[in-house]
């Protein structure tokens, strides 16, 4: 157990719609970067947030966005959901503001249809 | 931006032998590399890391070895055992500007360890 969360751990939804996926990182870890792993793009780097400001942006669309509260917990917005958006969301969180030592959640497993 | 390849995609080896997996990575200010292990339906697990002023990294039966000039560096796991099957994911990281960090993936490899 990373001490890493996610919830929830599996989403259905259809195309078009919204969903939010919620993140609450190791205690004292003040970084919250977001990944999506789907078959043919591997892991991918989304985002990453430190204590509450955005910190770094990957390939993530701008259908998608993410926050971090004051509590440090994160979530990602999805909207407009297609079919190629089904993959696996996982968040992952460290100490630092950089990305040394990174420890994963379990995953979402996002499905649209 | 950064591009990191790695080899095989999948590697089947018996219990008891040695595995070897091998990346590169473009970005020749990439400086840190850390190694994950993913079993079925968890998230990644880092297991190793290096950075770029260590040629080599040992843990228990686990070693990372970097060759900077080369750009390559690689997994290594001896006396393979039946919980060692899983997917392994190689990454690199470095300022991508404006003082900012991100791991970039490798595409995995699945390992299997033959009982």
């Known amino acids: 157990d990373s001490g890493v969360t996610q919830t929830p751990k599996h989403l259905i939804t259809a195309t078009g719609q919204r969903v939010t996926l919620r993140c609450s990182p190791r205690?004292?870890?003040?970084?919250v970067y977001w990944y999506q792993q789907s078959l043919d793009q591997g892991l991918q780097f989304l985002i990453q947030y430190y204590n509450g400001e955005e910190r770094a942006k990957g390939n993530i669309l701008e259908r998608f966005s993410a926050q971090q509260f004051p509590d440090l917990h994160s979530e990602l917005n999805l909207s407009s959901l297609e079919l190629g958006d089904s993959a696996l969301y996982f968040c992952?969180?460290?100490?630092?503001?950089?990305?040394?030592?990174?420890?994963f959640g379990p995953g979402t497993r996002l499905t649209v249809l | 931006g950064e591009n990191v390849e790695q080899h095989p995609s999948t590697l089947s080896v018996q219990e008891g032998d040695s595995a070897v997996i091998k990346c590169t990575y473009s970005d020749s200010a990439s400086n840190y590399f850390p190694w994950y292990k993913q079993e079925l339906g968890k998230g990644p697990q880092l297991i190793i890391d290096?950075?770029?002023?260590?040629g080599e990294k040992k843990d228990q039966r686990i070693a990372v070895t970097l060759n900077k000039t080369a750009k390559h560096f690689s997994l290594h796991i001896t006396e393979t055992q039946p919980e060692d099957s899983a997917v392994y994911f190689c990454?690199?990281?470095?300022?991508?500007?404006?003082?900012?960090?991100?791991?970039?993936f490798g595409k995995g490899t699945k390992l299997s360890v033959i009982p």
């Open positions: 992952a969180s460290s100490v630092a503001r950089d990305s040394d030592w990174q420890y």
């Open positions: 990454a690199a990281s470095g300022d991508s500007g404006a003082g900012s960090y991100q791991l970039t």
């Open positions: 290096i950075r770029s002023n260590v």
């Open positions: 205690s004292g870890d003040l970084s």
